[in-house]
């Protein structure tokens, strides 16, 4: 297991124990990547509030989580895109993502990533040409490329297939790379996003969170 998915473990097994710095460190750990899978679900007026909303959740039903940093992970975005859908219906809008969401063959790609062309753009750029994305192929690249989650995780939070994301992903992640070569402005931006996460074998600033234990975002 990596470093900082075993420390993310050790915090949330000590969170449900009551642990309050432990906690924190969880929140600050997966929020803002969170927020920029919700951002582009909701878009940015609203993204705050709807992250609360679903730290609100979290907080509350921590107690019933079970399993590792990336299954944690997994399940806040599972958490964060119901309230953002909820959100969508109660505005009877859209989602702030472009298209429409479509089923794929479920084949994986050669390549998981289309990697070498977007090795250089902000998070706030990257977001942007991903809003551009048809909704598919947007929430795949999020979650595995912004959120951290491995294909399966990510599949269980869309409730599609291993090999439908990894493809989603992938024609996500090439389409940016044309829109990066076509908006040369837009060259200076993924830098702070990681690579796309494997799975392992054999395996909020705005607005109040509680747990029963009174935990809120200021003491985060």
Partial sequence: MLGDDAELTTAVCAAQGGDETAFRTVYRAVHPRLLGYVRTLVGDPDAEDVASEAWLQIARDLDRFSGDADRFRGWAARIARNRALDHIRMRGRRPAIGGDETELTGRAAESDT???????????????????????????????????????????????????????????????????????????????????????????????????????????
Avoid: Y
């Avoid at 409730?159 to 990066?180: F, N, S, W």
């Avoid at 200076?188 to 799975?199: K, T, V």
């Fill in 114 to 220: 289309a990697g070498e062309a977007i090795e250089a753009l902000t998070t706030d750029q990257t977001l942007s040409l991903i809003a551009r994305l048809p909704q598919d192929q947007a929430e795949a690249v999020v979650l595995r490329v912004v959120v951290g989650l491995d294909a399966k995780t990510a599949a269980e939070t869309l409730g599609k297939r291993a090999g439908a994301v990894r493809t989603a992903a992938h024609r996500g992640l090439k389409r940016l790379a044309e829109l990066i070569g076509a908006d040369p402005e837009s060259a200076g931006g993924l830098d702070a996003l990681p690579p796309q996460r494997e799975p392992r074998r054999g395996s909020v600033t705005s607005a109040t969170v509680t747990h029963t234990r009174a935990r809120t975002q200021k003491d985060m």
